[in-house]
């Protein structure tokens, strides 16, 4: 099993561009979810999917787009890349609610802003 | 609104000391979870807590539950230069439908 895949690992964006980070799963988990890291503040929530369909914002939605066509795919979009949005953004799944389960996470995607 | 404050933010030990952190919250949690991050790396599940003064154990480390379920601990008895890392407890958040957040968690240096 592969578990949780990112992809790309390392991006380097203009402001203003548009991209989406790529995040698939092969453990046939329901939820899904995506966390940007900052020094001193954490994972924070960005936005969250209860199943193909289905998904909802966290705490920090602004600026990025979700939708879940597959149980396996939950692609983030940024729609105008800002440099506020220079963080590490982690994709994780997990069976059930992660609240009541273990939330396996991808490697991680480094992305830079400029 | 619930607030949940993870202490310290930082600590340095010399190899073979102890080491806690600690999750405080303003109010009473369903459960909490404790996760693990190496440097350069992703968090990894170490546990989940949801009864009261629960405490469990995994070889050096020790997690309790507070029996007002409002606290939480992270102990390692004897740290290693493998324990180096970011430990981060998390939380279903009321505010955000029950969602999983994290603390701003607790970076653990070892000098050898």
């Known amino acids: 099993n592969a578990g949780v895949t990112q992809t790309p690992k390392f991006q380097v964006l203009k402001t203003g561009q548009s991209m989406t980070l790529q995040c698939a799963q092969d453990m046939n988990h329901e939820y899904m979810s995506w966390y940007r890291q900052d020094p001193g503040m954490g994972l924070r929530l960005i936005h969250y999917s209860v199943g193909a369909g289905i998904t909802d914002q966290g705490e920090v939605p602004n600026g990025y787009n979700v939708s879940r066509s597959t149980t396996e795919d939950f692609p983030l979009r940024l729609l105008s890349a800002a440099p506020s949005q220079t963080s590490v953004y982690f994709c994780?799944?997990?069976?059930?609610?992660?609240?009541?389960?273990?939330?396996?996470f991808g490697q991680g995607t480094r992305l830079t802003v400029v | 609104g619930q607030q949940v404050m993870q202490i310290p933010q930082y600590q340095h030990v010399q190899e073979g000391e102890d080491f806690t952190t600690y999750c405080n919250s303003s109010t009473t949690l369903s459960n909490i979870q404790w996760y693990k991050q190496r440097p350069g790396g992703h968090p990894v599940f170490l546990i989940q807590l949801v009864k009261s003064g629960e405490v469990k154990k995994q070889k050096r480390l020790t997690f309790q539950f507070g029996e007002a379920k409002k606290n939480s601990s992270l102990h390692i008895t004897a740290t290693q230069t493998t324990d180096v890392g970011t430990y981060f407890c998390a939380w279903p958040n009321m505010e955000y439908g029950n969602k999983l957040v994290f603390g701003a968690g607790t970076i653990l240096r070892v000098k050898s």
């Open positions: 994780a799944s997990s069976y059930s609610s992660p609240t009541l389960t273990e939330a396996f």
